[in-house]
């Protein structure tokens, strides 16, 4: 998986490109974590991003209980339909803040 960063209105996007799994979600959350260090909100862009496993899913929710202790928020955008719908079995949908297509 690879990570870009950008600044989108003041705060931080992160687009993730490839699979967010076991061998990627240690340095994904890493990432995140730093970049909720800033005190910046996070914008994650799913555009590029094709599979999410139970490991990118405690990522993701490690990720939001940072965010929301420091005051932040972290926005999930262009999430496709398949890790909508885990989002959706898990109970993820009900947790994060995700933009409507």
Do not use: C, W
Not at 11 to 34: E, I, M, S, Y
Not at 52 to 80: C, D, E, F, I, W
Request: proline letters at 1%; aromatic letters at 4%; glycine letters at 8%.
């Amino acid at each position: 998986m690879n990570i870009s960063k950008s600044t989108e209105n003041g705060q931080t996007v992160l687009k993730l490109n490839g699979r967010l799994d076991t061998t990627t979600a240690p340095d994904f959350q890493d990432t995140l974590l730093g970049e909720i260090k800033t005190g910046k909100s996070i914008l994650l862009d799913f555009s590029e991003l094709a599979y999410v496993s139970s490991a990118g899913l405690r990522s993701l929710l490690t990720g939001q209980k940072a965010v929301a202790a420091g005051g932040q928020t972290m926005t999930l955008r262009h999430v496709s339909d398949e890790i909508m719908e885990v989002f959706d079995m898990t109970g993820f949908s009900d947790i994060l803040t995700i933009e409507s297509a």
